[in-house]
């Protein structure tokens, strides 16, 4: 069974940085495409970023130059650094772990909260 745990959400004053980090396992992390996705109250989950299993990463627009996605394959911990945050970017965080077969697995959340 895949699991996922985030940490490393809290509270932030704009202008500062949060670190997250997700833990997975009972998955072959290597092979999996690592994402991180986020939900303000009243907004649909949106897709933040992703990193392939060969390093290659992407990144919505409104984070692109403030988020870095990262991951440990020795520690099967994959991780957003969110720098320059902004009140806007302030939501529940989910990281997901996307198998070879298309099967996602999606961790219980951390919440980020901005305060202006």
């Known amino acids: 069974q895949v699991q996922l745990v985030e940490s490393g959400g809290g509270l932030v004053q704009a202008g500062g940085s949060l670190r997250l980090s997700c833990a997975v396992s009972g998955t072959i992390f290597s092979l999996n495409r690592l994402e991180w996705h986020r939900q303000a109250p009243g907004k649909q989950r949106e897709w933040v970023a992703h990193m392939t299993f060969d390093g290659t990463t992407n990144y919505a627009d409104s984070v692109k130059g403030r988020f870095t996605i990262s991951r440990d394959n020795a520690k099967n911990t994959v991780f957003l650094q969110m720098d320059s945050l902004k009140p806007e970017d302030a939501a529940v965080y989910y990281c997901?772990?996307?198998?070879?077969?298309?099967?996602?697995?999606w961790g219980q959340g951390t919440q980020v909260i901005v305060s202006s």
């Open positions: 997901a772990s996307r198998a070879p077969t298309g099967v996602r697995s």
